[in-house]
């Protein structure tokens, strides 16, 4: 197996792994890799590589949540059949959607930083009518 792919598996089994804490990438070469300087870590990858690295530990990791997720839902709809209205609002939320919340919302204008468009927005609450 090559460097590369020896490495490649190495860093997303421990993005993988819920219990870790998401690392930045000198902590990747330094603690996970184990190289000397920061500098090693961009002679096997490329930013690219290094960013669908993170992502394919991301999604491994949120695989690792699914049973952990099934039992918390379980345990909070046998919370809301207990009369818990808190929890029957989130149960409600997680498995319809959201609720809308009578929100206006006004857009003021658009602004272009480092190519990412980014929307301003002001959301106040709706007023009842009488």
């Keep these: 197996m090559r460097a590369f792919d020896r490495h490649r598996n190495t860093i997303i089994e421990f993005i993988a ?3 870790n ?3 930045s990438r000198s902590e990747i070469a330094l603690v996970i890799l184990n190289y000397k300087d920061v500098s090693s870590l961009y002679r096997i990858f490329t930013k690219e590589e290094l960013t669908q690295i993170e992502a394919d530990g991301l999604a491994a990791r949120r695989k690792r949540y699914t049973k952990k997720l099934a039992r918390i839902d379980d345990a909070m709809i046998k919370e ?3 009369g818990n209205h808190a929890a029957a609002k989130l149960i409600y939320e997680r498995i319809e959607g959201a609720v809308e919340q009578g929100v206006n919302v006004h857009h003021s204008g658009n ?5 990412i468009q980014i929307s301003f927005v ?3 609450k709706k007023k009842d009518k009488d």
Excluded at 111 to 115: F, K, S, T
Aim: overall charge negative; aromatic content about 6%; hydrophobic content about 30%.
């Design 21 to 23: 804490d998401f690392p």
């Design 80 to 82: 809301a059949e207990g």
């Design 111 to 115: 602004v272009l930083e480092d190519g």
């Design 122 to 124: 002001k959301a106040e």
């Design 17 to 19: 792994d819920p219990d």
